[in-house]
């Protein structure tokens, strides 16, 4: 056991320096998506005008809402994981962890962490630049319970997100070219799981709908524990129960297209 | 035009005046390319489907945002939800357009300024700028093109507008300068890659950039109004021609969003030549 928590811990270290190398590119791609807020606080700002509240919230909350989602978004989201997975796939660097005592998942996994952290915290440069205009617009709320039920939310999304990424990654067992279904599912992903509008302002039954799919998990459930949009403990453990069914689900759905994939993948050449 | 030098259609009429030969037939070098792309689309036409579905997709999340939005206020900056819809419609023409036409040719031409590849180009008969931009089309964007279409005729159906001849003829040369201005830009980014060799991540700043012109102008306030309506032509490309169909044309308007195209193309072209004398092709 400690062994093999050895093993992924050296995965993790190369995965974290082999990401500092990127430091350049996810700064950069921070601070694209401030322009994405200063869209969002005008539209937003405009769609406020005349109004105390939008859907029982008011603006500084769904304002700390999409910047909530945006700093959580560089330290959970899959970004190109799918692509780094398929292009292993089709190269056949793959064929080396069917030899060794490594699990190709754990290893992704461990890589993915090591990311995460290094685009989280790089992440903050430009909020810390930001963070003198948008202060008066942050209102969180104070509870205690929020943390201790927002972090493992938070933590099951990476979870999700991830291996969802690496379902798709998969896709290349079978398919030539995933691209596509990873935009395509991307635009689902965006919508569904609260990247365009807090998903509380959906219509009622759409609402309840979203509730019971994966997407709603991915993003916008720890965001909504932490600032505010979901109040009642009570309904946030059972989210984290269903959060928790959803990850299963998909873990199982990872390992069986990864050795139904693996049926189909000949390793040539050496 | 030269048909030596042509490699799609060799063997055709064999051109006799060497002063026809130094200036090739552009319209029919664009149509070689054209139906090369519709010959390539057609040969994978799983892929075609796919990514003609991937665009209808984002463009339903714009749809449905506007949806949501409205389901909770009336009005963003004085514009009502369909008013709304037909701005993003516009948005979405300029930018399908802009993909269809030009976006992976010149993305190509900053990786082969990189590689080397671009010797290829220079190597042509004809301007380097013209071969570079018109390489070959995405039919997928050009398919939804035919959606954002119909998404400005819905919400000007639902506004009961009838626009006459002659401002739909305007909305159409005020989109022709918003195309102008969104391909100037991206010209303008890539070229960079002839001063500095990385330039990664600028279809970031591209899309980035379009998020604003989504947005009523209205909403701008301040140093974003300085930047974003007045410095940088983002808002105004798709502002004025949704509002040219929404009133009626305002001459002031039009007339800037004109002068602004023609600065910012003659700007990229300049870049673009510039940087093209700096340009030494890669050592391997």
């Known amino acids: 056991m400690r062994a093999a928590l050895n093993k992924y811990r050296h995965v993790f270290l190369v995965g974290l320096q082999g990401n500092i190398v990127y430091r350049w590119h996810f700064t950069l791609r921070a601070t694209f998506s401030f322009f994405h807020l200063i869209v969002v606080f005008l539209l937003w700002g405009a769609a406020y005008a005349g109004k105390t509240e939008i859907g029982g919230f008011a603006l500084d909350q769904t304002l700390t809402y999409f910047v909530t989602m945006m700093v959580l978004q560089f330290f959970i989201s899959a970004f190109n994981e ?39 915290l790089l992440a903050f440069v430009p909020l810390l630049v930001a963070l003198p205009l948008i202060h008066d617009q942050l209102a969180y709320p104070g509870e205690a319970w929020r943390l201790w039920l927002g972090l493992p939310a938070a933590a099951m999304s990476a979870l999700i997100q991830f291996s969802i990424a690496f379902c798709f990654g998969m896709l290349t067992f079978w398919f030539l070219e995933i691209q596509s279904f990873i935009i395509l599912s991307y635009a689902i992903e965006t919508l569904l799981a609260g990247q365009v509008f807090p998903l509380d302002l959906l219509p009622p039954g759409i609402y309840r709908l979203s509730q019971f799919l994966p997407y709603y998990y991915q993003m916008y459930f720890p965001v909504a524990i932490f600032t505010g949009r979901i109040n009642d403990p009570a309904a946030a453990l059972g989210g984290l129960g269903l959060q928790f069914f959803w990850l299963v689900a998909l873990l199982a759905l990872a390992r069986l297209l990864w050795l139904r994939g693996l049926r189909r993948h000949t390793a040539v050449g050496g | 035009m030269n048909d030596k030098t042509n490699p799609i259609t060799p063997g055709a009429e064999h051109s ?45 999340v714009n749809v449905a945002m506007v949806a949501v939005i409205y389901r909770h206020t009336d009005s963003i900056g004085g514009w009502s939800q369909y008013e709304m819809l037909l701005l993003i419609g516009t948005s979405m023409i300029i930018q399908r357009l802009m993909m269809g036409f030009f976006w992976s040719n010149i993305f190509e031409f900053g990786r082969n300024i990189r590689t080397g590849h671009f010797d290829f180009f220079l190597a042509q008969p004809g301007n380097v700028l013209f071969m570079v931009s018109t390489r070959k089309l995405d039919l997928d964007s050009l398919a939804n093109v035919v959606v954002a279409i119909a998404v400005v005729i819905y919400s000007a159906g639902k506004l009961g507008l009838h626009p006459g001849v002659l401002d739909i003829a305007a909305y159409i040369l005020l989109l022709a300068c ?63 021609p949704a509002r040219a169909l929404l009133g009626g044309i305002r001459l002031a308007d039009a007339a800037w969003l004109v002068a602004v195209s023609a600065a910012w193309f003659g700007l990229a072209v300049f870049v673009f030549h510039r940087g093209l004398r700096r340009y030494a092709s890669a050592s391997s």
């Open chain 1, 82 to 120: 799918d692509y780094q997975i398929s292009e292993e796939i089709r190269n056949g660097l793959i064929n080396q962890f069917l030899l060794k005592p490594v699990n190709y998942f754990i290893y992704r996994l461990s890589i993915f962490g090591a990311a995460r952290l290094v685009s989280g």
């Open chain 2, 16 to 60: 006799r005046e060497p002063a026809r030969a130094a200036r090739p037939n552009y319209l029919r070098l664009w149509l070689a390319s054209a139906r090369y792309s519709v010959v390539r689309a057609m040969m994978f036409r799983m892929d075609f489907l796919m990514w003609t579905l991937v665009e209808l997709f984002w463009m339903g």
């Open chain 2, 178 to 240: 918003g195309l102008a201005v969104n391909y100037s830009l991206i010209v303008l980014a890539v070229s960079l890659t002839f001063w500095v060799i990385k330039t990664e991540g600028i279809e970031g700043s591209y899309f980035s950039l379009t998020e604003f012109s989504r947005l009523p102008r209205e909403v701008f306030r301040g140093l974003a109004n300085v930047i974003f309506v007045y410095a940088l032509p983002v808002v105004i490309v798709t502002n004025i």
